[in-house]
């Protein structure tokens, strides 16, 4: 009989950076009422799809930093990734912007959840130094 081979424990997320990705959206969430109450329901509309598009790119770019410091060989499939995942940002952007339906500055108004969530999650969780 052969010995199953030792498996690896799957790797548990940072806690750290779940906090910060569960503040950039609870951001993108304050910042959409915020623009519902002071503006209009186009505005929020706008403010909403920059803090989704805030959060996945932040959840992107962990997993893809992950994945990069994870892997043993070569670095270039993970940097085109990047690439990838900054064309689709801009890509994204740039239809969103162009149906003419929420305004620019609703968009970088809720993108702004990101700089936002993070500064208020490294404020308030921080990792425990050894």
Do not use: H
Request: charged letters at 20%; a positive charge.
């Amino acid at each position: 009989m052969t010995e199953p081979e030792p498996q690896t424990p799957p790797k548990k997320r940072d806690p750290v950076l779940r906090a910060a990705v569960k503040s950039v959206a609870v951001s993108g969430l304050v910042l959409t009422v915020l623009a519902a109450v002071f503006s209009d329901f186009r505005a929020a509309v706008g403010v909403f799809l920059g803090g989704a598009l805030a959060t996945a790119n932040l959840v992107l770019f962990i997993r893809l930093g992950d994945a990069f410091l994870d892997q043993k060989g070569p670095r270039t499939p993970w940097a085109l990734l990047g690439f990838l995942k900054l064309l689709a940002l801009f890509g994204a952007v740039y239809l969103i912007l162009r149906r003419g339906d929420v305004s620019a500055l609703a968009l970088v108004v809720g993108y702004g959840a990101m700089p936002i969530g993070i500064t208020l999650s490294n404020l308030f969780f921080r990792k425990e130094e050894p």
